[in-house]
């Protein structure tokens, strides 16, 4: 079975996540897929918009985390690079019916789509501190351009988890809705778009974008470096561990020892007496 499943309809291209009984989680091959689907469709004459939706109960659990172990992404050329690279020069509309779990990637692709209809169920999260590595996808730049610092820091540094009122409150979703309607609702759009003079959209999405394109490549280059540094790391690591085992992580048994005694036995006043 495809992992990711595609279909022309006109000249709407339907592109569905078909892993559902791992919430539709990422692989290496899975980004190395789409990338080339929307680097396809880019370049297709026949193709307008895309309209992209998970199989099963939700949209997306971010990265597959026992692929991402086997497989962690590099600092330069990497599956999930690819993909960034294909969504950030992609002019072409892309609408996405998203509901239940849409998780580290699957919040922060979303950044780079244009419609996003959430259903009620829908549980957004960036956990990419608490799994020892960071945001990715440029939203460490476009979430706060966005929705501004402090509300960015409170999704993205404590990495709790939202629902969709909150994401449409914030600006990051386009509407919400009963799950039974958004795929429907997506698709009504996709259509609408797909009639439009082909020329005037895709050059009217390249203007919105153009302020901020390059920013947004500058924070992918600067996330994939910190990322594929810290997501092997023995923090990481742990963190991935635990999660796959289904525990908390500890991240104290990655401390030195001599750290920890060197802690201990600090004097905060000692300084003061020294002076």
């Known amino acids: 079975m495809d992992d990711i499943i595609t279909e022309e309809v006109g000249n709407i291209l339907r592109v569905q996540l078909n ?5 539709n989680a990422m692989t290496s091959s899975m980004y ?6 929307f680097n396809q469709v880019a370049n297709d004459e026949n193709m307008q918009v895309v309209l992209w939706h998970g199989a099963g109960d939700s949209f997306c659990a971010g990265n597959d985390i026992e692929d991402l172990l086997k497989n962690p992404p590099g600092p330069g050329e990497s599956p999930q690079a690819g ?25 922060t692709m979303l950044t780079h789509c244009d419609f996003v209809y959430a259903g009620e169920s829908t549980k ?4 990419f501190i608490s799994l020892a590595v960071v945001p ?12 501004g610092h402090l509300r960015a820091a409170e999704l993205i540094l404590l990495g709790d988890p939202f629902d969709a009122g909150r994401a449409a409150d914030l600006g990051l979703i386009t509407r919400v809705m009963p799950d039974t309607d958004v795929l429907a609702k997506a698709t009504e759009t996709a259509r609408k778009l797909a ?25 992918m280059k600067a996330e ?7 997501v092997r790391s023995e923090d990481a690591k742990e963190a991935l561990t ?9 991240f104290t048994r990655n401390i030195i020892p001599s750290a920890i005694a060197s802690v201990r036995t600090y004097d905060p006043g000692s300084a003061d007496r020294r002076g």
Do not use: H, W, Y
């Open 19 to 23: 892993r559902p009984t791992k919430r």
């Open 32 to 37: 190395v897929a789409l990338a080339r689907i």
């Open 83 to 107: 993909l960034m690279n294909a969504l950030v020069n992609f002019d072409k509309p892309i609408v996405v019916a998203v509901q239940g779990a849409a998780i580290g990637g699957g919040t």
């Open 124 to 127: 957004f999260q960036m956990p």
């Open 136 to 147: 990715e996808f440029g939203s460490s730049c476009s979430v706060p351009a966005r929705i």
């Open 195 to 219: 009639a439009k003079p082909t020329e005037a959209l895709q050059a009217s999405k390249r203007l919105m974008k153009q302020p901020f394109r390059e920013q947004i490549k500058a924070a």
């Open 224 to 230: 994939n470096e910190e990322f594929g540094a810290l």
């Open 242 to 250: 635990a999660l796959m085992e289904k525990r908390k992580p500890d």
